[in-house]
């Protein structure tokens, strides 16, 4: 990023709501916020419509943060309960300082309406979006005699009054010479921003997503040790529709965990089977889960060949196969990835009630969406795998190198000096802190600023997944083969069905069932406990 005079009005140019509109509206601590409205949805309208709306609570928290869903007759969605952001500290001459969110320390609140940030290659913001009602509040503290202070009001408007002063100001300083260097000064922004629909989430562009982006950006003006911040994210606990056209779902919200495969040939386009576009996975993961997801102690790219396995099948008679077992294959992780790459939160979608009845005890009969949601799902994506060929990684899922997103395949989505662990604080709520090390002075250093996405709508190319589907789906059906076609097409992704060869012989089940034979069914992929965690900490 281009160097800084040290002006906080410059530093605030480079923030979200500024990179959209060049006069954010400056507003009291307890701006209103309007609903959004209902009616008029189309799909040509979707990227400029309002759909965002919440409550503000307090200076550091939001509530009942919803969605208009165009896609259910502009349904009103909750997207989050709560979101929280919070425990800003900065490490400095060996002192922990922490950085408390009050009224004491907050400088000026900016809300924007609307407004709309082009593409661009440079600055932190580069995607084109167009923002619907969103805000961000700006801190500031000082050291003075070793207390932390607020920066008095009339001196932040003073050009210069963030500058880094020269290396020769501050050594002179730190050893009781002249000239003194200023206080440490830290500011701390605050952002919600919201993002109105578009298909620019995942590589393919297969869902429209509202993009909800939570984050910090922090500078200071001397250099310090450390930075760190975090972002809790609060879904309902339960769903309040359990019904999506002819779908069911389970009312309890939860959370999975994914591990994005490397190096996936993605031409010509696959039906997204797990095995396919992820190296392992934990689809229920307990409450009190802490994961590191970026790393920076792990700088280089790793391979582990004995940990996770495949299905290996062995064809019989005609098309029928059954489970020869499962074989090792390679795991490969690029610099900084970490145990996980995303978290879905969402609950399970049931198969149809036809399926449920002819299916053997002990199968699978929820399902968890993945790779993409179609039903109120909140997606939280720090890292994308690398596909090949390259130009099939669109800069929209390329991470970070150096100080400049969107710039490298496989890359997390973070800085280089972070490292990022998630905690899960209940079944559909994180914690998402990130630790800054040795941040450069005078250059903001941002947390979360990938955001995350709720799913509104599904494109056109979901038409590839829907002859799948039916190719899929044509062996594990029902009575009604229209019910819950999302639910098995979901339940195929993940696992494999292994049809009798009897089926061959008498496509009903009188045969099979006089003689005691079944289907069986089995995971694509498959690992054992030692297995799990050695991949985790590959």
């Keep these: 990023m281009r160097a800084m005079s040290g002006s906080i009005n410059e530093l605030l140019d480079q923030t979200l709501l500024f990179t959209a509109s060049p006069k954010p509206r400056l507003v009291s601590a307890s701006f209103p916020v309007s609903r959004a409205p209902s009616g008029g949805a189309t799909a040509a309208g979707a990227a400029t419509r309002r759909i965002w709306e919440y409550e503000l609570q307090g200076l550091d928290s939001i509530r009942n943060v919803g969605v208009r869903q165009r896609t259910m007759s502009d349904m009103r969605m909750p997207v989050c309960q709560e979101v929280k952001w919070g425990d800003v500290k900065v490490t400095y001459q060996g002192k922990n300082l922490a950085l408390p969110l009050t009224e004491r320390f907050l400088l000026r609140t900016h809300y924007l309406a609307e407004g709309s940030i082009p593409e661009s290659d440079n600055g932190y913001w580069q995607l084109p979006m167009n923002l619907d009602q969103s805000f961000q509040r700006l801190f500031g503290y000082q050291l003075v005699a070793g207390q932390l202070q607020p920066l ?12 880094v002063p020269s290396p020769l100001a501050f050594a002179q300083s730190r050893g009781g010479g002249r000239p003194a260097a200023p206080p440490l000064r830290v500011l701390v922004c605050m952002a919600f921003g919201c ?3 578009r298909n620019d989430f995942e590589p393919g562009g297969v869902l429209g997503a509202g993009r909800l982006m939570p984050h ?13 911040a975090s972002v809790t994210l609060t879904r309902p606990p339960i ?4 019904q999506m056209e002819k779908e069911e779902m389970t009312p309890r919200i939860g959370s999975g965990l994914f591990t994005d495969r490397n190096d996936n040939t993605v031409i010509p386009p696959r039906i997204p089977y ?3 576009l992820f190296d392992y996975y934990w689809t229920d993961p307990p409450v009190g889960t802490e994961v590191k997801v970026v790393r920076r102690d792990r700088p280089s790219t790793r391979e582990n060949r004995s940990s996770i396995k495949e299905l290996v099948l062995r064809t019989s008679r005609g098309s029928f196969a059954r489970v020869d077992g499962y074989t090792p294959r390679p795991l490969t992780k690029l610099p900084r990835q970490g145990e996980f790459d995303n978290i879905h939160i969402a609950p399970k979608m049931k198969l149809p009630a036809s399926v449920i009845r002819k299916l053997p005890a002990g199968w699978p009969r929820e399902v968890t969406m993945a790779p993409f949601c179609v039903h109120d799902c909140l997606h939280v994506h720090w890292r994308w795998g690398r596909s090949s060929p390259d130009f099939t990684n669109p800069k929209w899922v390329r991470g970070w190198v150096g100080d400049q997103p969107y710039r490298e395949a496989g890359a997390p989505m973070v800085a280089p000096n972070q490292d990022v662990t998630l905690r899960l604080l209940g079944p559909g709520s994180i914690r998402y802190t990130a ?4 941040p450069v002075a005078g250059n903001w250093q941002i947390v979360m600023h990938h955001g995350a996405a709720y799913a509104l709508s599904y494109s056109t190319k979901v038409d590839v997944a829907a002859w799948g589907n039916d190719r899929l789906t044509r062996d594990l059906l029902g009575d009604d083969d229209e019910n819950g076609q999302w639910a098995l097409f979901y339940w195929h ?3 494999k069905l292994l049809q009798h060869p009897l089926r061959e012989v008498d496509p009903t089940d009188t045969l099979a069932d006089w003689l005691g034979s079944s289907d069986q069914y089995a995971e694509r992929l498959s690992w054992d406990a030692a297995g799990f965690q050695a991949a985790r900490n590959l």
């Design 274 to 276: 797990w095995d396919y």
């Design 435 to 438: 630790r800054i090390h040795a």
């Design 152 to 163: 008095n009001m009339p001196d932040t408007e003073l050009p210069k009054y963030m500058a």
């Design 195 to 197: 993002a109105k629909e």
């Design 239 to 242: 769903t309040p529709h359990l």
């Design 493 to 495: 992704l993940r696992y």
């Design 216 to 228: 910090f950006m922090i500078v200071a003006n001397l250099p310090v040790e450390s930075m760190e």
